[in-house]
Structure formats: C-alpha cells, structure tokens
Nanobody
Framework: QVQLVESGGGLVQPGGSLRLSCVVS????????IGWIRQAPGKEREGVSS????????NYADSVKGRFTIFRDNAKNMVYLQMNSLKPEDTAIYYC?????????????????WGQGTQVTVSS
C-alpha cells in the first residue's frame, strides 16, 4: 500500500527557514517522481518542486527558485523540501505527492498518490 506522510510544517517569520519531510512506503523511490505541491486558501494547487530519483533531475517553480531545495535519502525512503528566505506568500498547505515514472514534472493533476499535507504559515 502506497503511503506518504509529511511533517515539518509550522509558523515561521518572514525570512526564516523550514524543512519539510516526506516519508514514503509501499514503493521504491527510484520508480517514482516525488513532488511537493502547495495550496493556499482560495487558490488552486500549485506545483512547487519535484525530483526524479532515478534521473537525478529536480524542478522548481519560478516563485521558489533559489530559495527552496528538494532532495532525497533513498536509504531512508525520505524526500525533503528545504525552504529558506520564506515569504508570507509561501503560506499554504504543503503536500507530498508521488507518480510512477521517471519524468519529473509539477502538474498536480498527474500525481497519483498524496499525503495528508502539512501547514506552513509565514507571518510576523
């Protein structure tokens, strides 16, 4: 059974940092693309970043390039999203999602499996 569980969200001041974690089970990371998708209140889901473990390819939304980093630990079945220089507009529920395959993308509708989400709030 495929499962994804996120953690690491919370309240942080603008300019601060958070690291989100996603532990996956029921599949091998090398066979899946893992993405971080966020949804702010009243807005559609937005792809933030993705990683193709087998190809070592990462993608980032323009709004987070240079501030966020996605990386994985295959031995621990973990995928992380390091978020630095956080802005109030980064406030959202962040979801970890998985899609079988090797081509990394960030299109929310194409992801097959989802975690429950973790809230990130950036506010002073």
């Amino acid at each position: 059974q495929v499962q994804l569980v996120e953690s690491g969200g919370g309240l942080v001041q603008p300019g601060g940092s958070l690291r989100l974690s996603c532990v996956v089970s029921g599949f091998t990371l090398d066979d899946y693309v893992i993405g971080w998708i966020r949804q702010a209140p009243g807005k559609e889901r937005e792809g933030v970043s993705s990683i193709s473990s087998s190809l070592g390819i990462t993608n980032y939304a323009d709004s987070v390039k240079g501030r966020f980093t996605i990386f994985r630990d295959n031995a621990k079945n973990m995928v992380y999203l390091q978020m630095n220089s956080l802005k109030p507009e980064d406030t959202a529920i962040y979801y970890c999602a998985a899609k079988q395959g090797r081509i990394a993308h960030m299109i929310p509708a194409l992801f097959e499996y989802w975690g429950q989400g973790t809230q990130v709030t950036v506010s002073s």
